[in-house]
């Protein structure tokens, strides 16, 4: 089967400039290949500052790398320009350990849940709020949340209203940087489980990043370890 997502020989350094002025690199990733299935679900686990998050990033376009390759159904999309990567992003979306840094503290979950349909500007606006109930439905969450603020919702809620927003450009792929390590067991218990629901329903892919080897293998069909 050709792989939905495959990574080739990643590499990512930072120059860091020193308080002196001096330049120093540092090899955040070094190296990294792998390769994800339509449906499937791998889990990436590895000590803290072992490179996950850059990895996400690199997936996401939110940075380029260095050295290698990333492929979305045997296309290169390492270094792909502004106007592929808006399709891109639709395409694969991350949920980040903070839910704080996707939701905007001004928005309603109305306009959060709405806003990329906006941006496309291919719908009606009830078509987008029956669309942003359906969303919430998906991650268990009642319709009267439209009109409620980010800070009114406890963590966990926060967090499965980061998976719905995640979820309003239709993604295949979602990755999955830390989603639960921020909540309670019990809370994290749940939000695993809609996940697990959730990638069955939309048949997504999943690249779910833990340092927690117990989490990954709840939700994982494979599992890869990255080392310093
Ligand atoms: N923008 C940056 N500039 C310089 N160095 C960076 C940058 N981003 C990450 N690094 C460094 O790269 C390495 C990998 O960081 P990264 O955040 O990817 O690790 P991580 O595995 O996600 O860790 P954690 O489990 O703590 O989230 C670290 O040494 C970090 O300090
Ligand atoms: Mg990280």
């Known amino acids: 089967m050709a792989a939905l997502l495959e990574i080739k020989d990643l590499q990512k350094t930072f120059k860091v ?3 002196f002025g001096a330049t120093t690199e540092v090899h955040a ?9 339509k449906g499937e ?16 990033n690199l997936l996401i376009r939110l940075d380029e790398p260095t050295v290698g390759g990333i492929f979305l159904d045997g296309q290169n999309i390492s270094h792909a320009k ?4 808006r399709k891109l992003r639709s395409r694969i979306q991350i949920v980040f350990q ?23 500007g ?3 606006p009830k078509e987008m709020r029956k669309t ?13 949340s439209l009109s409620r603020y980010p800070h009114e919702f406890s963590g966990g809620q926060r967090q499965r209203l980061s998976i719905a927003r995640a979820l309003t450009t239709e993604p295949e792929i979602l990755i999955l940087d830390e989603p639960t390590s921020a909540l309670d067991v019990s809370v994290q218990a749940q939000v695993l489980n809609i996940l697990t629901d959730l990638q069955k329903k939309l048949n997504l892919t999943y690249l779910f990043i ?7 293998k709840y939700i994982s069909d494979r599992t890869a370890v990255m080392y310093r």
């Open 98 to 120: 903070d839910p704080y840094s996707s939701l905007s503290p001004r928005m309603t979950v109305e306009q959060i849940l709405t806003e990329p349909m906006r941006v496309a």
């Open 82 to 85: 502004e106007k592929d990567l």
């Open 122 to 124: 291919d719908k009606e």
């Open 132 to 144: 942003a109930i359906d969303l919430l439905e998906l991650v268990g969450m009642r319709e009267s």
């Open 17 to 19: 400039k020193s308080f």
């Open 41 to 56: 679900s791998l889990g990436i686990v590895g000590e803290s500052g072992c490179g996950k998050s850059t990895l996400a």
């Open 29 to 37: 990733l070094n190296g990294v290949s792998l390769a994800i299935g």
């Open 210 to 216: 833990s340092h927690n080897l117990a989490v990954v």
